[in-house]
Nanobody, 124 residues
């Protein structure tokens, strides 16, 4: 089983940047596709970005395309989410997730393990 721990969240003004990190433990990380999701208060969890196990394929939600970048370092068992040009509507708890398949998916139900989340707050 893989365990995930997110870090890097915090408070930032609109237009600013943050980089989230997700540290994984477990032997199968490098063969798993990974994703980032977020959940704002009173809203459902939504897809943000996903990356294949090789890192060659990435997908983004339309709301973050061009502003966020997902990447991974399999040797270090890390997944990153670089967030730029942040907006107040990006405020949410951000979750790292992994699935026991190598291909990407935007569906939360396709992911098998999750981190505890990290809060991102963007002020206007």
């Amino acid at each position: 089983q893989v365990q995930l721990v997110e870090s890097g969240g915090g408070w930032v003004q609109a237009g600013g940047s943050l980089r989230l990190s997700c540290a994984a433990s477990g032997r199968t990380f490098s063969s798993n596709a990974m994703g980032w999701f977020r959940q704002a208060p009173g809203k459902e969890r939504e897809f943000v970005a996903t990356i294949s196990y090789t890192g060659s394929t990435t997908r983004y939600a339309d709301s973050v395309k061009g502003r966020f970048t997902i990447s991974r370092d399999n040797a270090k068992k890390l997944v990153y989410l670089q967030m730029s040009s942040l907006k107040p509507e990006d405020t949410a708890v951000y979750y790292c997730a992994g699935r026991t398949y190598s291909v990407t998916s935007p569906r939360a139900d396709d992911y098998d393990y999750w981190g505890q989340g990290t809060q991102v707050t963007v002020s206007s």
